[in-house]
């Protein structure tokens, strides 16, 4: 019996292919934006399919400690397994300068990503991404924005995951979350307004990375949220399944030992944010339920709900956790 599943996929992978080959027609050279993660190295292995290695470059911005934990590792592999031409672009210091105003995923991917791209190779060079349906970009922005492209647009994340298994391209965990990963600044709910509010996030995170990594602990999110005022450092740490009480005792004990962390709390139970927004986005019911359901909720372990408040800070352009009730 014929698989539908496998034969629409396969149509709909032919479809992909096609179209990077007509869209790249009118452009010099294509450089695909590849993070390492499942979304960018399905774009990766479906432009070298459709261009062949000689018309496809892959480039990185390189967030330095930011990365995540197995990230760069993640990234050497892969490059050396499609055997594709790479380069790093330095990032850092235009990240920091994004979400010192708050944290800001889609004004990040514009600036440090793309800005930074374009920049580089130019408006000739077709930039290919990968969004999907499981960010704000695939689920609101366009598939062809100028030279900005993104192959994977109507796909969901599981359908990408299963293309990946049917295609064979390998998917190397960053071990955070089996669906979403990314930069480590994504988990600071507050603005980076000053050096210790950027270590607190990634020590803690790579820590509990680490930790997990080492005992064997397989996880299904894991992840260290940074809330609280700009003076106090609260950590939230999800982790998924919970572990057995002596591996939480040691994650428990090494995040309270940094000196940036204040006070640390399992989130073991459904959990009310309380967040002060930008009076923009305090209006924009919209993008409240777009920071809700799609960026905060899938990086939790329990249920969130939001107390949402207006924000008298003038440099605050997105939001702040300012403060949470178990």
């Not at 496998?6 to 590849?34: G, H």
């Not at 995951?161 to 391209?169: D, E, G, T």
């Not at 989130?267 to 927004?277: G, H, M, P």
């Amino acid at each position: 019996m014929i698989n539908v599943v496998n034969v629409d996929f396969e149509k709909r992978i032919q479809n992909v292919i096609d179209e990077i080959q007509a869209v790249a027609e009118d452009f010099e050279r294509v450089v695909v934006a590849f993070s390492g993660g499942v979304d960018s190295t399905l774009a990766l292995f479906l432009s070298l399919s459709a261009l062949g290695r000689e018309k496809v470059q892959a480039c990185t911005i390189d967030w330095e400690e930011y990365f995540p934990f197995r990230a760069r590792e993640n990234i050497n592999f892969l490059i050396s397994y499609f055997r594709v031409s790479h380069q790093f672009l330095p990032g850092k210091n235009i990240i920091e300068e994004v979400v010192s105003r708050g944290p800001a995923c889609n004004l990040c991917t514009k600036k440090a990503k793309l800005e930074n791209l374009q920049k580089e190779y130019g408006e000739k060079t077709l930039i290919i991404g990968g969004a999907n349906q499981s960010d704000s970009w695939g689920a609101r922005g366009l598939k062809l924005v100028r030279n900005t492209y993104s192959p994977l647009f109507h796909f969901t994340k599981q359908e990408i995951l299963q293309l990946c298994q049917m295609l064979n391209v390998p998917v190397r965990r960053i071990g955070e979350n089996n669906l979403r990963e990314g930069c480590v600044l994504k988990h600071l709910y507050k603005p980076l307004a000053a050096k210790i509010h950027g270590q607190a996030v990634v020590k803690a995170n790579r820590i509990l990375l680490q930790t997990i990594h080492q005992d064997g602990f397989k996880s299904e999110i894991a992840n260290i949220k940074i809330v609280g005022t700009l003076q106090r450092n609260q950590a939230l740490i999800n982790l998924r399944p919970i572990p057995n009480t002596k591996l939480k005792s040691l994650i428990s004990q090494r995040i309270s030992d940094l000196k940036e962390i204040d006070t640390i709390t399992w989130v073991e139970q459904a959990i009310t944010l309380i967040i002060r927004a930008n009076p923009g986005l305090y209006r924009n019911y919209d993008s409240r339920y777009w920071i809700e359901k799609g960026k905060i909720q899938p990086d939790f372990v329990q249920p969130v709900s939001i107390q949402w408040m207006p924000s008298t800070n003038r440099r605050l352009r997105t939001f702040q956790v300012v403060d949470f009730q178990i």
